[in-house]
């Protein structure tokens, strides 16, 4: 029961944590080939995202297969580190947000202005090399973060296939509504799901390193729910101390 239980949970938070990356970064880089499709044509837009997903595509067929060579120990100790960085970092800015000391992410506006960017570089061929850069760039870059959180999460766990295939839905998922709703991405609460993420990779993160170090978790990977909760905790504690002294600002166009 105990075993089943402990299980379950780290297989809810690896879920969780891989769906809300995977999302958070399709929608920054749809709105991205959103902008260049619409503004420079979508032929040389759809090329720049497929020759970025083939590039993605053949880094996680070279390094993939080379984690599962590496001793379990060895490997969360790296990955937890790697998380907590990763982690820490989405914390980081989503505290910011939240507690008004840094402005707020919106992607309508970082639309516009990426529209406005690539309306001023000129003429438009058939074969745009602007477009294709814009959105090569763009896909290659989030997918790249996309790529990072599902090896490293789904090889610790010992769970790739169900990690890859939570990002493929998200990553679907999004493309899906973002087709429909075309560049209406701002109503997306991408700061309370950076901040979700951030809280499940640094609680990953910790985790993993503590394995790699041979620390004993009570509970095991029930353990993992209660970093969670702790770090929720904290998180809320900091954005609410932070709060009072901040001044509030206005509207983040630039990552």
């Known amino acids: ?33 959103l902008a260049v499709g619409h503004t420079r044509g979508w032929r040389s837009a759809f090329e720049g995202t497929a020759v970025a997903l ?21 490997l969360r100790l790296v990955v937890g580190g790697v998380l907590l960085i990763f982690g820490m970092q989405w914390l980081r800015k989503a505290i910011l947000r939240s507690s008004g000391l840094k402005s707020m992410h919106d992607e309508d506006e970082i639309y516009r202005n990426k529209v406005a960017e690539l309306e001023a570089a000129g003429t438009r061929p058939d074969r745009d090399r602007i477009a294709f850069v814009m959105a090569f760039k763009g896909v290659f870059l989030e997918g790249l973060e996309v ?18 295939t939570v990002a493929a839905i ?32 640094v609680s990953y993160g910790t985790f ?24 929720l905790v904290v998180t809320w504690l900091f954005v609410l101390l ?5 001044p509030t600002v206005g509207i983040e166009v630039a990552r």
Not at 3 to 29: N, P
Not at 209 to 221: F, I, K, Y
Request: with cysteine; glycine share 12%.
């Open 1 to 33: 029961m105990l075993l089943g239980t402990a299980v379950s949970s780290g297989v809810v938070v690896l879920v969780g944590a891989v769906f809300l990356a995977c999302a958070v970064e399709m929608v920054e880089a749809l709105t991205i080939v």
């Open 54 to 74: 083939v590039a993605l595509a053949a880094l996680v067929a070279t390094f993939g297969p080379a984690l599962v060579h590496v001793p379990l120990s060895v």
């Open 147 to 164: 790529v990072i959180t599902v090896l490293t999460l789904g090889t610790s766990a010992h769970r790739l296939g169900l990690a890859a």
């Open 170 to 201: 998200a990553v679907v998922l999004v493309g899906v509504v973002g087709a429909v709703v075309a560049k209406q991405l701002s109503n997306v609460p991408e700061n309370a799901m950076k901040m979700g993420v951030g809280v499940l990779l």
């Open 208 to 231: 993993w390193t503590g394995e790699g170090l041979r620390v004993r978790w009570p509970g095991n990977d029930t353990m993992l729910l209660g970093l969670v909760g702790i770090y």
């Open 242 to 246: 932070l709060r009072r002294e901040s």
